[in-house]
């Protein structure tokens, strides 16, 4: 009897090491997800992260919305949201890029008349950005970049030095102030308040992060700081998830942790809606954009500016304390 005991014993002692070996051609771990979903696992890699295997074009992928989230986001931190490749530096990482384009824009094939919203309530709350395709810089998610998009095209002439002159002029923004160190871009998100029916629009920004002399330096020069940018916009859902948006004024919030130029700076609001119609460039314009939502759930939210390129964001795993509100008697009359 002490002898059978002795044998099962080995026997499971044996199974459980063999689970946890090196060699192993699969973890523990994704044995129990594939208990867990009843759902084979691809020879290629975890269930999370199966290889897209299709028999032809006509057949459909084998990821489901959950797969396909997963991708979007491990792609969406291996490019640091998609500013890991910049076409102005070169063409290194441009095929993670385009693949992980891909991805979104068949998450975006999904998509059911559920996910698209009709009323702001449907995409109400704290979002951040988790990827974009746009080139030359994340911050053009703020509506202040997107209107300054859609005001090139109101221009004599849309193109300069053979180039769109929209995405030269983003091109020169990014050049001028995120080289050498000198300014670097951390947490983007965005804050649909329906009740006002305004958007908040927040990209943190850090000044002087690592600036050393070249070769010579080997300790910083200045201090690191910055704050969290704020541009807030009226905005209305209209027809087909279409979000117009217009841009009130820009201010500021500090960013725990990082130190500001001075308490004086967080009062600070800038008219910037006012400010633009005046500009003899913009004609009276207002400074007016729109984004299409072409998918949004739970945990998803994705849209498309006028050229076809796509932001996604997810609700914020840590949120954020906000202390913006605007005056809604004041909004309504």
């Not at 201090?223 to 009130?248: H, R, W, Y």
Request: aromatic share 12%.
């Amino acid at each position: 009897m002490q002898f059978k005991k002795s044998i099962v014993l080995a026997l499971s002692a044996f199974m459980v090491c063999d689970a946890f070996a090196p060699n192993s051609n699969i973890p523990s771990s994704s044995k129990i997800a594939s208990t867990a979903l009843d759902t084979d696992i691809s020879k290629e890699g975890p269930y999370w992260f199966a290889q897209d295997t299709k028999k032809s074009e006509s057949d459909e992928s084998i990821l489901s919305v959950d797969q396909l989230k997963a991708q979007i986001l491990q792609l969406g931190a291996t490019l640091d949201r998609g500013q890991a490749y910049n076409p102005t530096s070169g063409a290194y990482y441009s095929g993670v890029a385009l693949a992980a384009k891909k991805k979104v824009q068949e998450l975006v094939s999904r998509a059911t008349e559920e996910n698209i919203p009709k009323a702001l309530d449907e995409v109400a709350g704290e979002w951040e950005l988790v990827f974009t395709s746009v080139p030359h810089g994340i911050f053009r998610s703020s509506p202040f970049f997107l209107a300054i998009q859609e005001a090139f095209q109101y221009a004599e002439d849309t193109t300069a030095f053979g180039q769109d002159k929209a995405n030269l002029f983003f091109k020169l923004h990014e050049l001028q102030t995120c080289s050498w160190g000198v300014s670097k871009v951390g947490r983007v998100a965005q804050r649909i308040d329906p009740e006002t029916s305004y958007l908040y629009s927040e990209f943190d920004t850090s000044l002087f992060s690592l600036t050393v002399i070249p070769i010579l330096g080997w300790f910083k020069l200045l201090p690191t700081f910055g704050g969290c940018v704020i541009t807030a916009s009226k905005c209305q859902m209209e027809e087909n998830g279409k979000l117009a948006i217009a841009v009130d004024y820009t201010t500021s919030r500090k960013v725990p942790g990082l130190q500001g130029l001075g308490k004086w700076i967080w009062s600070i609001k800038v008219p910037v809606g006012a400010v633009w119609k005046i500009l003899p460039w913009n004609k009276g314009r207002e400074a007016t954009c729109s984004v299409s939502h072409v998918y949004v759930d739970n945990d998803f939210r994705i849209v498309e500016d006028i050229d076809g390129e796509l932001f996604v964001y997810t609700r914020p795993v840590v949120p954020r304390d906000f202390d913006i509100k605007e005056n809604k008697e004041k909004i309504s009359e």
